[in-house]
């Protein structure tokens, strides 16, 4: 399974892309059900819910063959490499599993707020101050249905991708020391629906989290942050040229605009 030029152009235009039913029923069932396991046998502390909703539930599972199979064993790698060129990826040793509980009755939902990955919180994994570029892409399994919004939601800015790079550029990607831009973006926040195996892919720099979650249902996906070969080598360098690791996009990219130049000629 590999992406039409018509879905990596969309991609490149909007910063993400959802494939419906990417990801196998059978390999979406055994994920759950390791989840579910953890979740009644190990439970949670309430001291740790930051860390844990920040970082990953289910710690001791992030590692499991049914969890990093969702990437390594499914349709993603080739979806993924359709993007940034064959034999560039580098394989899943671990997935966050990505939980998100409902709130309590009577409580309304408020618009979300999205963040960029790898500015330091002190409750994921990085201090406060600091920031880091360590990955290409975000792949993000739906593990049940969403039919509606404000169900804990992936939550997307589309195009936020496009203005970050030129935002870096002119006041210098130093500026996420201070923690994440207030900035007004292009378009509003879309809240992703969608069944259960629905694959979304997304470019590092895209704006995103997840919004809140009225409905009475546990939001269940798997996040993989995905790497290019060359991820340490580019660094932050692909903060300001953010397509420098995605030869796939730039191949169709070429082909399209040649093909309108030949048009008009």
């Known amino acids: 399974m590999r992406l039409t030029d018509e879905q990596i152009a969309e991609f490149r ?17 055994e994920a759950l059900r390791v989840i579910n396991h953890s979740l ?32 390594n064993r499914s349709p993603l790698p080739a979806l993924v490499e ?12 671990r997935g966050q599993i990505a939980l998100r509980f409902p709130r309590a009755l009577g409580e309304v939902a408020s618009p979300p707020s999205g963040h960029l990955d790898g500015i330091g919180s002190g409750t994921n994994g990085s201090a406060v101050g600091s920031y880091r570029r360590i990955f290409t892409g ?10 509606r919004p404000f169900m804990g939601n992936f939550t997307v800015w589309p195009k936020s991708h496009q203005f970050f790079e030129a935002y870096f550029r002119d006041k210098g990607h130093e500026v996420l020391a201070d923690g994440q831009p207030q900035v007004d973006l292009p378009e509003e926040a879309h809240q ?6 629905d694959l979304v892919i997304t470019h590092h720099q ?18 993989f ?4 070969k060359d991820v340490e080598e580019v660094d932050k360098d692909a903060l300001t040229d953010i397509w420098r690791e995605w030869p796939g996009v730039r191949a169709v990219h070429s082909r ?10």
Do not use: F
């Not at 235009?13 to 069932?29: H, T």
């Not at 359709?82 to 040793?93: A, K, M, R, V």
């Not at 992703?192 to 195996?197: E, F, L, M, Q, V």
């Not at 942050?225 to 290019?228: I, Q, T």
């Open 40 to 71: 009644g046998e190990e439970g949670m502390n309430k001291e740790d819910l930051p860390t844990l909703r920040a970082q990953t539930y289910c710690p001791e599972c992030r590692e499991h063959p049914a969890i990093t199979d969702l990437a």
């Open 138 to 147: 975000l792949a993000v399994i739906l593990l049940h249905d969403l039919p």
């Open 13 to 29: 235009s909007e910063g993400y892309l959802v494939i419906p039913r990417a990801i196998p029923e059978i390999m979406i069932d």
């Open 192 to 197: 992703i629906t969608g069944k259960a195996g």
């Open 225 to 228: 942050r995905w790497r290019h």
């Open 82 to 93: 359709s993007l940034i060129g064959e034999g560039n990826l580098q394989p899943q040793t």
């Open 256 to 265: 399209v605009h040649s093909a309108a130049a030949a048009d008009q000629a």
């Open 206 to 223: 895209i704006l995103h989290t997840a919004a809140p979650n009225v409905s009475p249902h546990i939001r269940y996906a798997a996040i």
